[in-house]
């Protein structure tokens, strides 16, 4: 039976990333570039531009955001200019010539609906209570007071 001979080294997962050659290590670059980028437009923007957009991409002469909503895209391109200036001179990128802003609206977690089974008024509940004390028949006393027990208040 042959036997299949194990390195005797293992490459490490940074010594991959930092590999010049390497597509990791170019989509590393670029990610950090991004964030470097994502840094500078929240010092740009400051509060509250900044929790409602971030860098999304960035091609050779164009910086694509991402913002929540198209109103606050609005009030973002109002100030492209401002921050086409800001991230050329603070991130040495001379040759950025346009910003392009898209719409995704931030990914948050299904809320929880609250039931929407049937409820009455306390009111109410009382006028049925009232009911099944005053009516001879057992079953429609048992229904009125079944009824009354809806109250959600």
């Known amino acids: 039976m042959p036997t299949t001979k194990m390195p005797t080294t293992f490459n490490s997962v940074n010594s991959i990333l930092e590999n010049d050659k390497s597509a990791l290590a170019d989509l590393l670059q670029h990610i950090r570039r991004l964030q470097t980028l994502d840094r500078e437009l929240s ?13 999304a991409n960035m ?7 991402r913002a929540d909503t198209s ?3 609005a009030k973002i391109r109002y100030l492209t200019p401002n921050i086409l200036e ?14 392009r802003i898209r719409v995704f609206p931030k990914q948050s977690e299904p809320q929880k609906q609250k039931s929407t089974g049937p409820g009455i008024t306390a009111q109410t509940s009382n006028y049925l209570e009232q009911a099944a004390v005053s009516t001879s028949d057992p079953d429609l006393r048992t229904r ?3 009824l009354a027990k809806l109250n959600k208040s």
Do not use: N, Y
């Open 43 to 55: 010092t740009c923007l400051g509060q509250p531009l900044a929790g409602h957009c971030c860098v």
């Open 59 to 65: 091609t050779d002469d164009m910086l694509v955001l």
């Open 71 to 73: 109103a606050w895209a």
């Open 86 to 99: 800001h991230v050329r001179r603070e991130c040495q990128l001379p040759s950025l010539k346009s910003i």
């Open 144 to 146: 009125f007071l079944k």
